[in-house]
């Protein structure tokens, strides 16, 4: 049976004879399905399509891996070494040897995870990869689990898989969108993984938070709100987005606060 991929997503569903009717990940609100309908795609043909792993050390400890040409949402990983093992973060639609390889050197995999479910690409191909290594999914997210496996493992509110290395459910785009904290980061000042819980946005100077990023649906200030209260406890300097050139090299948690107060200041504005 065949592991089919959602073309728009990069999403991997379950195991199946022929390609599933609808990725109810696209058909929901948030994401978005093509004009000529669903489309669905595997490993296999993606490479043969000529698709390939990239990876690039971004600091100390931290690498990005990539897929070029780029596929689905187009996010990169983030994988983050630790002396007591590694995340992998966001990972695409796509991985090949090259990338296990690559992963392999560095130290492999103690756990799998995303921000969200936009961006749980192929994570169970990592997983087996790596001999069964947990996929952390926030239980609120349950339901967009496409591809089931005993390997996937549910948390909520915190949790830390590696020492140094949190997750935290903030809420906002998903339930359960979560970020990383990764205390050691950005020379020990700390840096924010964030995808699209937090996302860094065209200028790199600020955030935004969307209920639907391709679709334009706000949030409401309860929500915002609740993301900044859920970070609040981390210090951070940096803040790595979902993509190669979203990121917030320095000064991110006044830019985070700044960019809140903006969408807040927004919300308040009536014009009678
Ligand atoms: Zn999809
Ligand atoms: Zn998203």
Redesign the pocket.
């Given at each position: 049976m065949t592991a089919w991929i959602?073309?728009?997503?990069?999403?991997q569903h379950v195991d199946t004879p022929g390609p599933p009717r609808t990725?109810?990940?696209?058909?929901d609100e948030r994401?978005w399905?093509p004009r000529d309908g669903?489309r669905w795609t595997t490993l296999e043909e993606l490479a043969a399509a000529g698709h390939r792993t990239v990876s690039r050390e971004l600091e100390p400890n931290l690498v990005g891996i990539g897929v070029e040409p780029s596929f689905?949402i187009g996010q990169r990983a983030l994988l983050v070494r630790t002396p007591a093992g590694n995340l992998l973060w966001d990972p695409p639609g796509f991985l090949d040897d090259a990338a296990i390889a690559r992963v392999r050197e560095l130290g492999g995999l103690a756990a799998v995870a995303a921000s969200h479910p936009?961006f749980y690409g192929v994570q169970v191909e990592w997983s087996h990869a790596f001999g069964g290594a947990p996929v952390l999914v926030p239980e609120a997210d349950r339901e967009w689990v496409?591809r089931p496996d005993p390997a996937v493992t549910f948390w909520a509110g915190t949790y830390s898989p590696l020492p140094g290395v949190t997750l935290v459910q903030c809420g906002g785009h998903f339930d359960g969108s979560a970020v990383v904290h990764w205390r050691d980061g950005a020379d020990g000042r700390g840096a924010l993984f964030t995808g699209d819980t937090i996302t860094v946005v065209a200028d790199r100077h600020h955030v935004s938070f969307m209920r639907s990023y391709p679709n334009l649906i706000p949030l409401p200030a309860e929500e915002i709100e609740r993301i900044l209260a859920a970070v609040a406890p981390y210090a951070y300097d940096r803040v790595y987005g979902g993509w190669w050139d979203r990121v917030i090299e320095d000064g991110a948690e006044r830019a985070v606060r700044r960019s809140a107060d903006r969408y807040l200041a927004w919300l308040r504005v009536h014009r009678p």
């Open positions: 959602c073309a728009t997503c990069g999403v990725c109810p990940i696209c058909a994401q399905v669903q689905g936009h496409m």
